[in-house]
T-cell receptor, first 114, second 117 residues
Framework: SQQGEEDPQALSIQEGENATMNCSYK?????LQWYRQNSGRGLVHLIL?????REKHSGRLRVTLDTSKKSSSLLITASRAADTASYFC??????????????FGQGTTLQVKP | NAGVTQTPKFQVLKTGQSMTLQCAQD?????MYWYRQDPGMGLRLIYY???????DKGEVPNGYNVSRLNKREFSLRLESAAPSQTSVYFC????????????????FGPGTRLTVL
């Protein structure tokens, strides 16, 4: 079964609003990453948060990690139409550091209406 | 730098045909990965290679074989294609923390859209 479960599966908001996506996972991790995929394209890395970090920022992105609840959230502030894409969380499992292997969630499809 | 390249971009096969998907990276990464992406299923790992000369099964390896030809290239082979293998295939590479590099992010190719009739 998938390690990462994302919620919601789909999200539609107006430009300028904030978008929040959540990711839950099952096993212990050493890092959690978020990726973005535009329609018909490959995934692009957005941000990585390590297991000993609780919050991280990058531009309009804010990621939180709660290892006690095995969950993470991605907040995109002041959304733009260009943020329309699918967003995936990916977990690096403890013991996989030497391989870099990640387990991806099913993704959240975000639509930002102009 | 081209990053991660994949060929072909599109392919249509008949059931039972074979083909090889090619992937190459120019970032000197140790690790390479093959995923398939199906609607509603996210990305599922087929095979990965932690270093040149090693390969390991991922979540969905049945029906596939891989070859890590050298540090740059990692190919995925379908010996006898089946309709269930209709999917979008992504190759990725990374320089894991355990390899001494600071980043564990994966870099993805543009994908191969495969249809098996």
């Amino acid at each position: 079964s998938q390690q990462g479960e994302e919620d919601p599966q789909a999200l539609s908001i107006q430009e300028g609003e904030n978008a929040t996506m959540n990711c839950s996972y099952k096993t212990s991790i050493n890092n959690l990453q978020w990726y973005r995929q535009n329609s018909g394209r490959g995934l692009v890395h957005l941000i990585l948060i390590r297991s000993n970090e609780r919050e991280k920022h990058s531009g309009r992105l804010r990621v939180t990690l709660d290892t006690s609840k095995k969950s993470s959230s991605l907040l995109i502030t002041a959304s733009r139409a260009a943020d329309t894409a699918s967003y995936f969380c990916a977990t690096g499992i403890i013991g996989s550091s030497n391989t870099g292997k990640l387990i991806f969630g099913q993704g959240t499809t975000l639509q930002v209406k102009p | 730098n081209a990053g991660v390249t994949q060929t072909p971009k599109f392919q249509v096969l008949k059931t039972g045909q074979s083909m090889t998907l090619q992937c190459a990276q120019d970032m000197n990464h140790n690790s390479m990965y093959w995923y398939r992406q199906d609607p509603g299923m996210g990305l599922r790992l087929i095979y990965y290679s932690a270093s040149e000369g090693t390969t390991d099964k991922g979540e969905v390896p049945n029906g596939y074989n891989v070859s890590r030809l050298n540090k740059r290239e990692f190919s995925l082979r379908l010996e006898s294609a089946a309709p269930s293998q209709t999917s979008v295939y992504f190759c990725a590479s990374s320089a894991p923390i355990g390899s001494g590099r600071a980043s564990n992010e994966q870099f993805f190719g543009p994908g191969t859209r495969l249809t098996v009739l």
